[in-house]
């Protein structure tokens, strides 16, 4: 399929004639030397596609202009130069007219601060993108009800936001971002402004939402570990250029370049690598129809204590052990020996490193890992496991080089204008999809 969102060669330039802010770019001027010509570059050269269905996250610290290029992608901000598409629609080509309209249809925000009316209801302000886009009363509010039992609100409809706590509030601005149901939904550092806790049950939310909604979502964030667990893929910005786009295992096991390996550096590893990261595939595996002498036989091949039994749908149906195997044979049996001591421990693929510690600790049998439909995908046994946590996943959680520039130091612009989450821009009714 197509993607929802593409962006090729993005320019965003402030200032008087920003034209030649984009000419001095490519001549290969810095963004410093743009500044004492009185520019700002804000983005520079962006180019990257999202796809349906997919959670793709922009992350960089302020000043880098991740938040400029989100209100690039709602037409809030036109861009200088490049080319931006939301579907078909080719948005850095039409008219401010045009750009409200397919906002409308098909782009939906989540803010930082909530953005709520305190004199409306919350169902009122679920359903307010609706109101605007012109939906009769007893229609949008049974969508607005909807899409608040969604994000667990069901009952809250008639209260105002004031009476509501922050991570509640954030559900009223996520209800009605779901509430317009539109294809887009993005949402420029939605959680924070939230407590940790608070901050992390929306990450679950959001997930658990997206496995049934199956949204096209751009999330801007300057937390690493948020864009890491949240993420099918990163984009890393520094400068207003892209550093780096990668799924979270290519970016902590690949980056690019001294600056990306630097930002990884305090990753916590163990918390975004998943089992089917550390897992490794077996020489061999037995099929269940097979017997006691065919498995004595590939143990001495592999050298292996165990042996990973399949049936015939690749499903695991457990795990033999040398002594026993070695028992059948010497007592001629021809089923297979099941342990009565051990154990077979089964993970899904998904299942965070950190999660698999304990288990591993509790069972001498690998832990096999499964896919989504349960069929095996690999085993991780002890040692690779442990050895993941001693040279893997590294002190402080890096593998990163000791050296390299800091992401937070040198010169460079603090965040301006077009970063700041309290633009009155950001907070319009025409970014909810009416008219400023």
Do not use: C
Request: proline residues 6%; glycine residues 10%; negative net charge.
């Amino acid at each position: 399929m197509p993607p929802v969102i593409t962006a090729e060669g993005l320019y965003k330039v402030f200032g008087r004639r920003p034209a030649r802010g984009v000419e001095a770019l490519e001549r290969g001027r810095s963004r410093a030397e743009l500044r004492e010509d009185g520019l700002t570059a804000a983005v520079i050269d962006a180019s990257f596609s999202v796809d349906p269905g997919e959670i793709f996250v922009v992350m960089g610290l302020s000043g880098s202009g991740k938040s400029t290029l989100i209100r690039m992608v709602n037409g809030l901000l036109p861009a200088t130069a490049g080319t931006l598409r939301i579907g078909d629609d080719v948005l850095s080509d039409m008219s401010a007219a045009k750009i409200r309209d397919v906002r409308r249809r098909r782009i939906s925000m989540v803010f930082q601060h909530f953005a709520l009316l305190p004199h409306r209801t919350v169902g009122e302000n679920a359903a307010y993108g609706l109101q605007v886009s012109g939906m009769n009363r007893s229609d949008r509010e049974a969508r607005a009800t909807e899409a608040l039992k969604m994000v667990g609100l069901e009952g809250w409809g008639g209260y105002r936001p004031g009476d509501l706590s922050g991570g509640m509030q954030q559900r009223v601005g996520l209800a009605r971002a779901l509430a317009a149901d539109t294809d887009v939904l993005l949402m420029d550092e939605a959680f924070s402004a939230l407590d940790p806790l608070i901050r992390r049950d929306m990450q679950d939310q959001l997930a658990d939402l997206q496995q049934h909604l199956d949204k096209t979502i751009l999330f801007i964030t300057h937390d690493l570990n948020e864009a890491m667990r949240l993420g099918d893929r990163i984009a890393m910005m520094r400068d207003g250029r892209i550093e780096q786009i990668g799924t979270s295992d290519e970016i902590l096991n690949e980056p690019a370049n001294d600056y990306v390996a630097r930002f990884i550096q305090d990753v916590d590893r163990s918390r975004v690598l998943t089992a089917s990261t550390v897992m490794e595939h077996p020489a061999q595996t037995l099929g269940s129809e097979q017997g006691p002498r065919t498995a004595h036989k590939m143990l001495r091949e592999t050298q292996n204590p165990w042996l990973i039994v399949l049936k015939r749908d690749r499903t695991p149906a457990g795990v033999l052990w040398e002594d026993d195997v070695a028992a059948a044979v010497s007592d001629g049996r021809d089923d297979l020996p099941w342990s009565t001591v051990h154990e077979m421990p089964v993970v899904s693929h998904d299942t965070p490193v950190a999660e698999l510690f304990t288990l591993s600790a509790q069972h001498l049998s690998p832990l096999v890992v499964v896919d989504d439909e349960g069929r095996f995908a690999g085993v991780v046994p002890r040692v690779t496991l442990l050895t993941a946590a001693g040279v893997g996943l590294g002190e402080n959680g890096s593998d990163a080089p000791a050296d390299g520039p800091d992401p937070g130091a040198g010169p460079g612009p603090g965040p301006g204008p077009e970063d700041d989450p309290d633009s009155p821009a950001l907070h319009s009714t025409d970014a909810l999809g009416g008219d400023r």
